[in-house]
């Protein structure tokens, strides 16, 4: 069945800025660059959100394969097969975003104790987001390592 009125929606993605070990329990752990979270844009975020995430806005894909893309994001396993994923499986290396946006500081991004969001002009009292950078293309910034290649 044919989709006549594709939408492409702008999502909000969070990276993770801090390395975290694998927990007892079996849950992932993060490194640095992958991502976390997808969400529909918002209109704050927290506190601590802002200094071990990297918040950015990206679209490209069409709303159901956004679907998809959330769903390995947040799921360890490949439904269909039940493969297990190599710990998080979508990234945007560090390195690329620095190429894409020079005025990126990787060394204040990293430091947890630094509230830094290049992407988002936040409002710091209340931690509201004001304005936003144009959304980036995924198309040659997010990185699929299953499959060892850029969206």
Same mark, same amino acid.
């Given at each position: 069945? +044919?989709?006549?009125?594709?939408?492409?929606?702008?999502?909000?993605?969070?990276?993770?800025?801090?390395?975290?070990? $694998?927990?007892?329990?079996?849950? !992932?752990?993060?490194?640095? &660059?992958? #991502? =976390?979270?997808?969400?529909?844009?918002?209109?704050? =975020? +927290?506190?601590?959100? +802002?200094?071990?995430?990297?918040?950015?806005?990206?679209? &490209? %894909?069409?709303?159901? !394969?956004?679907?998809?893309?959330?769903?390995?994001?947040?799921? %360890?396993? $490949?439904?269909?097969? &039940?493969?297990?994923? $190599?710990? *998080? *499986?979508?990234? /945007?290396?560090?390195? *690329?975003?620095? /190429?894409?946006?020079?005025?990126?500081?990787?060394?204040?991004?990293?430091?947890?104790? $630094?509230?830094?969001? %290049?992407?988002?002009?936040?409002?710091? !009292?209340?931690?509201?987001? /004001?304005?936003?950078?144009?959304?980036?293309a995924v198309s040659?910034?997010?990185?699929?390592?299953? #499959? &060892?290649?850029?969206?």
């Amino acid at each position: 069945m +044919g989709v006549t009125n594709p939408n492409y929606p702008t999502m909000e993605i969070a990276l993770a800025m801090v390395n975290a070990p $694998d927990n007892a329990d079996g849950t !992932e752990r993060m490194k640095k &660059g992958d #991502i =976390i979270a997808i969400r529909k844009p918002a209109d704050f =975020i +927290g506190s601590q959100e +802002g200094k071990i995430f990297l918040w950015l806005h990206i679209d &490209g %894909p069409e709303e159901n !394969e956004f679907a998809a893309f959330a769903q390995q994001v947040f799921e %360890p396993t $490949d439904p269909e097969t &039940g493969e297990r994923f $190599d710990k *998080r *499986r979508y990234e /945007v290396p560090l390195g *690329r975003l620095q /190429v894409l946006y020079p005025a990126f500081n990787q060394s204040r991004a990293t430091d947890p104790n $630094d509230f830094y969001q %290049p992407f988002l002009l936040i409002d710091s !009292e209340d931690f509201e987001i /004001v304005a936003a950078d144009p959304p980036y293309a995924v198309s040659g910034l997010v990185f699929d390592k299953a #499959i &060892g290649d850029y969206l």
